[in-house]
């Protein structure tokens, strides 16, 4: 790698953009073929809840995780991008959960588009939560075992 190519901001790296499209495209497809396993039931598209509450408590966990081990540099920048900003990136769809949302409540469903809506954001944060939760126990133990 050249030396300018070496001070390139990371978003400009060829090899990381690339590792961001293809976890993109395996996360979106992972979604996609979920979505299409589990059709709606009465019109509430329960599997993209499941797959954006997966997605967030695997980003807590993934995200804590990988900061916890040090600084984004290393093999922590190229696993974060191409797992956390690429895989569950495109893996999760808050802006299908917004559409949906709002399709819902077009159609009259006010209550289950708004249920769906803050059931999505509030069961989502807490899975967050849960995941960061995950990689500190995680983190703690291995410490503990002098690793």
Do not use: K
Not at 15 to 35: D, N, P
Not at 80 to 92: I, M, N, V
Not at 121 to 131: L, S
């Amino acid at each position: 790698m050249t030396p300018e190519a070496r001070h390139r901001p990371p978003h400009l790296r060829p090899a990381y953009l690339l590792l961001v499209l293809v976890g993109g495209a395996l996360g979106t497809g992972a979604r996609e073929g979920i979505s299409l396993a589990f059709p709606p039931v009465d019109g509430i598209p329960v599997a993209v809840l499941v797959i954006n509450v997966v997605g967030a408590f695997l980003l807590g966990w993934l995200l804590d995780g990988l900061a916890r081990r040090g600084p984004d540099g290393g093999r922590r920048r190229p696993v974060r991008l191409l797992l956390g900003t690429g895989l569950l990136g495109g893996f999760t769809t808050y802006s299908t959960l917004a559409t949906d949302a709002a399709r819902l409540l077009g159609d009259g469903r006010t209550t289950a588009g708004l249920t769906y809506a803050l059931l999505t954001v509030v069961v989502g944060a807490a899975a967050t939560f849960a995941g960061i939760a995950l990689a500190a126990v995680t983190h703690r133990s291995r410490e503990a075992r002098g690793g």
